[in-house]
């Protein structure tokens, strides 16, 4: 394709490849257009050919690699330059440069579920089998690797539900008689995770039909023998570089696993956790106190009551979890002492602060006609 492949270095490591390619038609660069339809304000025009054949080729590359070392390279994570050579006009409405990759966010978990997980494994083991097949899944969804995704979703239901069966039909009628297994099921169907992009599957059809338990149930036992004992001579059979088609069936299979996996953690959520964890808390000195103030009226009064009430929280710092709980029980508190009040605001300090924790108004229309 004429182009010029460099390494990019950092602290003495490879990092990334660049692709070069020079003296191509200015139509590749991405545009917008204006305009493009009714209700559509704009739309991006990607005419660019050489892109996907470039990472084609760079792909082929690196199969090859990986044939004798274990490398990786990252197809979602991918910048692209557009650049005008000399004085040559791109246009109007050019993206000049762009980048698309997987968001990655921090997991915001809070304190007290540690504090929690910590007390339960005073008097439990943790349930090893169920977590280390449930990351493995998790993990392999998070990079797309939809058939090992599967994959390790199975292996755990098959240890759990399948009775030691692995005849097709012997394990099929295994996972129907389980009751608990039918009602994962029945729940994963109401609550299902749909595939980021639109895309074509046997698993995705079948579940458009609102399907019965029997039928999803005997799908996942026949792709189980499909991505487990695939024919590579098969005219169908399924290709490792494509995963798209087994999303759906991964979404699907580890919904299911992950009710499992916080069954199995139920352990954290003892009451009496929750209890030794405030006791710790006071004890230490880890306790927040909230002054939470309501402006409402009773019906038929002309006017506005204004109410402060303490709140006692764990912790040391206000984090958007304690503020949202905090306001939860300040609600749940407020209708339980004024049930036919009509609350118009509600604000938190903490106590000591002038700093609002927050802060809720409730609209004046809905109160004309009291």
């Known amino acids: 394709m004429g182009g010029i492949c460099r390494v990019v270095e950092k602290s003495g490591y490879a990092s990334a490849l660049e692709l070069i390619f020079s003296k191509q038609p200015a139509e590749y660069v991405l545009r917008i257009n ?14 660019d050919r050489l892109r996907p054949f470039a990472l084609r080729q760079l792909r082929q590359a690196v199969g090859f690699l990986q044939c004798m070392f274990e490398i990786d390279l990252d197809f979602d994570e991918v910048e692209v330059f ?6 040559e006009d791109l246009g109007e409405g050019v993206i000049s440069k762009f980048k698309y990759g997987l968001a990655t966010q921090p997991l915001p978990l809070s304190f007290d579920l540690l504090a929690r997980s910590l007390m339960a494994a005073e ?13 493995s899944a998790r993990k392999a969804l998070s990079e797309q ?70 039928e999803v149930i005997k799908h996942l036992v026949e792709k189980r023998g499909f991505y487990f004992h695939g024919n590579i001579k098969r005219r169908d059979s399924w290709k490792p570089h494509d995963q798209s088609a087994a999303e759906s069936l991964a979404l ?20 009496s956790n929750g209890e030794r964890y405030f006791a710790d808390a006071e004890r230490v000195g880890a306790i927040l106190m909230y002054a939470v103030t309501y402006w409402y009226s009773n019906p038929g009064e002309g006017l506005e009551r204004t109410q402060r009430i303490n709140i006692r929280m764990p912790g040391t710092k206000v984090v958007p979890d304690s503020a949202f709980d905090v306001a939860n029980e300040s609600l749940r508190l407020f209708r339980e002492r004024h ?32």
């Open 252 to 271: 699907f299979s580890i919904d299911i696993i992950q009710s499992i996996s916080f069954k199995a953690a139920e352990a954290i959520f003892d009451g």
């Open 145 to 214: 690797q939809y058939i090992n995704s599967f994959r390790y979703s199975f292996l755990l239901l098959e240890a759990l539900y399948g009775g030691g069966k692995f005849k097709k039909e012997a394990l099929q009628a295994a996972l129907m008689e389980s009751e608990e297994f039918v009602q994962l099921v029945r729940v994963a169907l109401d609550t299902r995770l749909r595939p980021r992009a639109a895309h074509t599957s046997d698993t995705e059809e079948l579940l458009r039909k609102s399907p019965s338990v029997s």
């Open 34 to 47: 204006q305009g493009a339809g009714a209700g559509i304000s704009a739309t991006i025009v990607d005419a």
């Open 339 to 370: 049930p036919s009040g009509h609350l118009r605001r509600m604000a938190a300090v903490v106590e000591g602060s002038s700093a609002i924790v927050f802060e809720l108004n409730f609209a004046a229309d809905i109160f004309r006609n009291e």
């Open 123 to 135: 008097r439990h083991d943790a349930p090893s089998f169920i977590v280390t097949l449930t990351r």
């Open 82 to 87: 557009y650049e005008a050579e000399g004085d």
